[in-house]
């Protein structure tokens, strides 16, 4: 899965022009670390209740608090982010060295406001995953609203790196991510709050 960013990186590296700082390189460069960073959040972050579909009723019997639910599902998201741009920091070294600062810019954001929008709206997929099929062309739990989210996820940032210069505009945007990090344990309980509300609407629709 985490291999898979190789050739988005790649795609990236040749794909974005090159030399000054113009709104092209800006807008591909912002793109390249906000995927890199984020890609395996984004497809799979609103699926973080769905991956459990399969025993989320043991969970309701078994006692499992729904603040801990939620604090392994956000910070999971979180990991993955991470572990995303270290596996691509060498690659990122050798083929794009201008998309260091861009990358960990976006892992702040990504992390602390990425990570959190997709838990909330994880709450809301209804659709059951099987996680012994065959992962090869499996579309099961998507829906039209599963991408349309992408774009509050993509627009606002690349907003800002348009507004302002590139490092004032990354340095906002990390500033953010960062604030978003610190609050993990307000987000943890108001996602806990809203799973504890929906819980039986959910394992209703995973039987």
């Known amino acids: 899965m985490l291999l898979s960013l190789v050739p988005l990186l790649l795609v990236f590296v040749f794909m974005t022009p090159q030399g000054e700082e113009t709104v092209d390189t800006v807008i591909m460069q912002s793109l390249a670390a906000l995927f890199l960073s984020g890609f395996i959040a984004i497809q799979h972050g609103q699926f973080v209740f769905s991956w459990d579909s399969a025993h989320f009723d043991s969970f309701i019997a078994c006692g499992i608090g729904m603040e801990t639910i939620a604090k392994a599902r956000l910070v ?55 996680l012994d099929e065959s992962a090869f062309f499996n579309y099961q739990g998507f829906s039209t609203h599963h991408y349309l989210l992408v774009f509050p996820l993509v627009i606002p940032p690349i907003f800002v790196m348009l507004s302002v210069k590139a490092f004032h505009a990354l340095l906002f945007l990390a500033s953010i991510g960062l604030v978003g990090l610190l609050l993990n344990p307000v987000w943890e309980k108001l996602i806990a709050r809203q799973l504890h509300r929906r819980v039986y609407r959910i394992a209703r629709s995973f039987r």
Do not use: E, H
Request: hydrophobic share 60%; glycine share 6%.
């Open 76 to 130: 999971g998201l979180q990991l993955l982010c991470v572990a995303s741009i270290a596996l691509m920091l060498p690659f990122m070294i050798f083929f794009a060295p201008d998309l260091i600062l861009y990358s960990l810019a976006f892992l702040f954001y990504n992390c602390g406001v990425s990570c959190v929008l997709l838990t909330f709206a994880g709450l809301w997929n209804r659709k059951p995953a099987v």
